[in-house]
């Protein structure tokens, strides 16, 4: 997969393409992209993706803008999973935002990236002011020289998939509701920092995930697996929150204690998926009934991992007999 940073001022090869910011890369990007490459390859193009960073919620209103699902990096990689052939981050600052719509057609769809066959959501708003639609893009697109197809939501169990509803399963800790919509167990993925050392102190070390958003879509004690470290995911439990007991107005910190590991992991990348939350986040009157308690999450989370385990061998069993 090819990305480019930035829309050129010319393109160098026809495309079909789709936009959004396909944050989470969830079962509705997904219908959208196997669409995609459906028409795609029926015209003998190259597919591919636009998305924006940073994400427009992001530009106009850093501090209300929600959450993400996926770092850059991690939407990136899901979308090379996807099989997307090109993806162009275009950079949305002031001067993008004021691109009228037909200059958006004009320059950015006609000739920086020379769009064959453009797909969108049926609620697509793009240029200065959202001022232009699907019945604007429709109007324009034979002088462009492209085609365009809509494509309506997606739905789950009567839900609509969307990154919207994603968060909200996330922040009330509704993991299974979150991975039907994603057609995933979420995770985050991230490089292993050091940290202050005080897991290690208190008898649980941890592996500190570097975090690359300012806000995190979930918080709490959860039930993790770890990949990256071996040939098959590891087991652990894992504190996503700003640690109340031991700092004042602490940032969000993703720390893994991964059980019965004891090798040096820093520098490493590692992907932690979320299985079970155990509690919320909560500040502890001292660093002892802090300890006392990590004891408890620890049992738990091995409790879990046990039970899986017997419920795998008895299915097992059945199949055999």
Sequence with gaps: ??????????????IALTIGN????????????????????????PTAVMTFEPQPQEFFAPDQAPARLTSLREKLELLRECGVARVYVGRFDYAFAQLTADDFVTRVLRDGLAVKWLLVGDDFRFGARRAGDLAYLKSMAPQAGFDVEAMGSVEVAGARVS????R????????????????????????VVAGDKLGATIGY???N?????????????????????????????????????????GRPTLEVHLFDFDERIY????????????????KFADLDSLTEQIRRDAAAARDYFLTAEAQKRKGNAKESN
């Design 205 to 207: 070390p941890t592996a």
């Design 1 to 14: 997969m090819r990305v480019f940073r930035g829309i050129p001022a010319r393109a160098d090869t026809p």
């Design 163 to 166: 990154s919207t509803a994603i």
């Design 209 to 249: 995930v570097q975090l690359k958003r300012h806000k995190a879509p979930l918080s709490g004690i959860f039930v993790v697996e770890v990949g990256g470290l071996g040939p098959a995911p590891l087991p652990g439990v894992a504190s996503l929150g700003v640690r109340p007991t031991v700092k004042e107005r």
């Design 22 to 45: 396909f944050d989470g890369v969830h079962l509705g990007h997904r219908a959208m992209i196997a669409r995609l490459s459906e028409a795609a390859r029926s015209r003998g193009l």
């Design 168 to 191: 909200a399963c996330l922040e009330k800790g509704d993991l299974d509701g979150a991975r039907r919509l994603l057609g995933r167990r979420y995770a985050i993925s991230g490089k």
């Design 267 to 282: 520098g490493r990348r590692i992907t932690v998926q979320f299985l079970e939350k155990l509690r919320d986040e909560q």
